[in-house]
């Protein structure tokens, strides 16, 4: 494996042992510097052994000091946790904490189940495929079914890094050990300041025939006051996706507006209370740059947190928060759930890049912090 070169960035080397490896490979610290006495970001941990999971996020918030901004166990619950087996198949476990990377696709995909149980065959770009049937419902015969991508337990290779506060790491993806039409390169870039955090990610084709690619970030955003109920939403969406129910979340192929609706977010930061979300939003309203922007108020810790996509492929977020967890999933996505059946979506485009040979796709996300506006 390519060796790190650290020029302030920090590989976990002085804390205990059993920290060193999670999913075989050491965590990389990246460190900001400020002087400032408003909120600014200080630290962000990284797990290239799982697919450069964004694991931590720490923020120096007035009056509350440094908070964990991303809801995730400790290093040495995740190196337990995330070992490649038993019901972390395929990885499944990096995106129930933390920050994963998804590519190449966000999401679900439905397919056959296979009689092993563990794969289902699906059709990708005109090939009859096998993927992981590493999800589903909770309910008894919930259907089997593919979710989030294919690097989720890859190992990536850390290159370079300068000034503490930046990282680069690459995956030689192949053709994801054949689940995928053409072979990929995944670079991923994270950049720290005390001002933002800007997260890179860029796919490459580099086979031989065109290739579809979706790229999600699946960060579970934690509420610093521990108050959920009066933790705001702002989301740029005009549009959801309806599902079957809540607990397949398979999408109907219907969009409907949210205007007037409990799931309308749109016009003004409304507060999550008891409601109950796992909704793919689209529709999305930019700004002239073509940048889509959602928010996170918790008045309560007078916190902020906004979340940038600054790339135009970014056609959607995805939000999953429940009423009884102290935080909220906000997933800026390429693409709709289950972007490959064509019996529900028909002609529409559900937001998957086709890349020929050669070509690449980048996807940008950017946080800022803001003191939410006294009401």
């Known amino acids: 494996m390519a060796v790190l070169a650290l020029c302030g960035a920090q590989q976990v080397q002085n804390r205990p ?5 999670v999913g075989g490979e050491p965590p990389l610290i990246l460190r900001a510097k400020s ?3 408003g909120p600014h970001f200080t630290e962000v941990v990284l797990l290239p052994g799982r697919g450069m999971n964004v694991f931590q996020i720490k923020a120096f918030i007035p009056g509350l000091g440094e908070q964990d901004l991303i809801a995730s166990p400790s290093l040495t619950v995740a190196a337990q946790e995330l070992t490649g087996s038993g019901d972390d198949f395929a990885g499944v476990k990096s995106f129930k904490f933390g920050g994963a990377i998804l590519v190449p696709w966000a999401n679900r995909i439905r397919g056959r189940l296979m009689p092993d149980g563990q794969w289902i ?8 495929l096998t993927l992981p049937a590493d999800w589903s419902g909770k309910k008894p015969g919930a259907e089997k079914h593919a979710i989030h991508g ?4 890859s190992k990536f290779q850390p290159t370079a890094a300068s000034g503490g506060d930046t990282a680069h790491a690459v995956l030689h993806a192949g053709s994801f050990q054949g689940h995928w039409p053409s072979t990929t390169e995944v670079a991923v870039d994270v950049a720290l300041s005390a001002a933002a955090i800007d997260i890179r990610v860029t796919a490459k084709n580099t086979g031989q025939e065109a290739s579809p690619i979706g790229i999600g970030w699946h960060p579970y955003f934690a509420f610093p006051s ?3 109920q009066q933790a705001e939403l702002s989301l740029p969406a005009r549009q959801r996706t309806v599902v079957n129910n809540y607990d397949d979340v398979f999408p109907t192929g219907q969009v409907v507006p949210v205007a007037g609706t409990e799931y309308d977010f749109f016009d003004k930061p409304r507060a999550l209370g008891q409601q109950y979300l796992d909704d793919c939003f689209l529709d999305l309203a930019r700004r002239d740059d073509g940048a889509v922007v959602a928010e996170i108020a918790d008045r309560a810790a007078k916190y902020g947190l906004r979340i ?4 135009r492929e970014i056609e959607s977020f995805q939000v999953y928060a429940p009423p009884d967890k102290q935080f909220v999933a906000l997933e800026p996505q390429f693409n709709l759930a289950d972007p490959f059946n064509r019996k529900i979506w028909g002609n529409r485009d559900t937001g998957m890049v086709m890349l020929k040979p050669g070509e690449s796709v980048a996807y940008h996300v950017r946080l800022e912090l803001f003191t939410p506006a006294a009401k």
């Open 17 to 21: 042992a059993r920290l060193q490896n």
């Open 35 to 37: 002087t400032s006495s």
């Open 121 to 128: 065959k699906t059709e990708i770009a005109g090939h009859q």
């Open 150 to 153: 294919l690097i989720l337990e």
């Open 226 to 228: 521990g108050k959920r």
């Open 308 to 311: 940038v996509g600054l790339s």
